[in-house]
């Protein structure tokens, strides 16, 4: 009967999950045009930045997350992901994967 009723509430609570808003991605996402372009679309003044538009969500996500954690190693993004929230990290992922993966104008 206890799993019963631990399964039902994991349930009830994984469905409160944060669901990713494209939009509010965007407006997050104005910071790292910087560095990765408009979109994410990649800038061909700085190749050492990997585009982002297109990529796999789940990609994006948990990469976000090392760099925040810092398993990934990289001043920059380490700082850029610090203080992002889950919901926060999610959102950029729905925007950044919603994008169209086109080759950034020369």
């Known amino acids: 009967m206890n799993k019963i009723i631990l399964i039902a509430m994991a349930l009830v609570f994984s469905a409160t999950v944060h669901a990713a808003d494209p939009a509010a991605g965007k407006e997050?996402?104005?910071?790292?045009?910087a560095c990765h372009g408009e979109g994410g679309a990649g800038m061909s003044a700085m190749q050492d930045f990997p585009k982002l538009a297109g990529q796999y969500?789940?990609?994006?996500?948990?990469?976000?997350?090392?760099?925040?954690?810092?398993?990934?190693?990289?001043?920059?993004?380490?700082?850029?992901?610090?203080?992002?929230?889950?919901?926060?990290?999610?959102?950029?992922?729905?925007?950044?994967?919603?994008?169209?993966?086109?080759?950034?104008?020369?």
């Open 28 to 33: 997050k996402a104005k910071v790292c045009a």
């Open 57 to 106: 969500n789940d990609y994006i996500v948990r990469a976000l997350k090392d760099y925040r954690a810092g398993v990934r190693k990289n001043a920059v993004m380490a700082d850029q992901a610090k203080n992002l929230k889950d919901a926060d990290i999610a959102d950029l992922a729905a925007w950044f994967s919603s994008q169209s993966a086109l080759v950034a104008k020369q």
